[in-house]
């Protein structure tokens, strides 16, 4: 061996390679081998300080706060009884809001499609200012 100072043995006891490339874990502090560096790997006694995981309501999609030695199923069933802010109606609000204001059109669209001239909301069949009969400027910009 050349360099015999460069890189560290692996800390997996089972392991003990020489890594030039060592990687340090961030629970524990002790030095691993690529195939040793996952918590599950070498086993880590620390791995509750980093290794943390917060559940969401699968409704209302809000990180549910679980405390050390508590089962995060049971305390996301207990957010779901008591205070989640969850509204089914919400889930079925109107898409197409935005009604064409041409006299005798019901038609309503998803986005606004505000007239330049004149500023009303019209749908795509009535969006130009001749299909509107536009009061908004003097001449009209095309006839085509």
Known sequence: MELPWLGEHCSERTCKQLDFLPLKCDACGEVFCKDHIRYDDHKCSSAYKKNVQVPVCPLCNTPIPVQK???????VGAHIDKNCKYNPAQQKQKIF???CLKPG??????????CEQCGGNFCI??????????KGSSHPLSKA
């Open 97 to 99: 809001t935005n009604k």
């Open 105 to 114: 059109c019901k038609r309503k669209e998803m986005m606004k499609v505000v």
């Open 69 to 75: 030695g508590e089962i995060p199923d049971i305390v």
């Open 125 to 134: 069949k009535h969006r130009h200012p001749l299909d509107h009969e536009c």
